[in-house]
Nanobody, 124 residues
Framework: QVQLVESGGGLVQAGGSLRLACAAS????????LGWFRQPPGKEREFVAA????????AYTDSVKGRFTISRDNGKNTVHLQMNSLKPEDTAVYYC?????????????????WGQGTQVTVSS
């Protein structure tokens, strides 16, 4: 089993920055690919970013390209999401997810492990 714990969420004004962290524990060999997803109020969960084992393969949803950066530290079993130039539409619960293969995927169904989520609220 893999346990994922997110942190770093909070309330920020539009244009501000936040850095989310996700710590993995347990069977960390099953965290070859890591992703961030978010669920805005009243909407379905959606893909934000993902990173492969070596940290070089990444993918982003179009709306965050140039503003968000995903990175991982395998020595500490953590993945980060640096979020800059935040907008009110970025308001959501942000979830960390892991999958045991090396596929950098934007599809929810490919990730068997999920954290509890952290709230990000961007005020206008």
């Amino acid at each position: 089993q893999v346990q994922l714990v997110e942190s770093g969420g909070g309330l920020v004004q539009a244009g501000g920055s936040l850095r989310l962290a996700c710590a993995a524990s347990g069977r960390t060999s099953s965290t070859s690919a890591l992703g961030w997803f978010r669920q805005p109020p009243g909407k379905e969960r959606e893909f934000v970013a993902a990173v492969g084992w070596n940290g070089l393969s990444t993918a982003y949803t179009d709306s965050v390209k140039g503003r968000f950066t995903i990175s991982r530290d395998n020595g500490k079993n953590t993945v980060h999401l640096q979020m800059n130039s935040l907008k009110p539409e970025d308001t959501a619960v942000y979830y960390c997810a892991a999958r045991p293969d090396m596929v950098v995927s934007r599809y929810i169904t490919g990730y068997p492990y999920w954290g509890q989520g952290t709230q990000v609220t961007v005020s206008s």
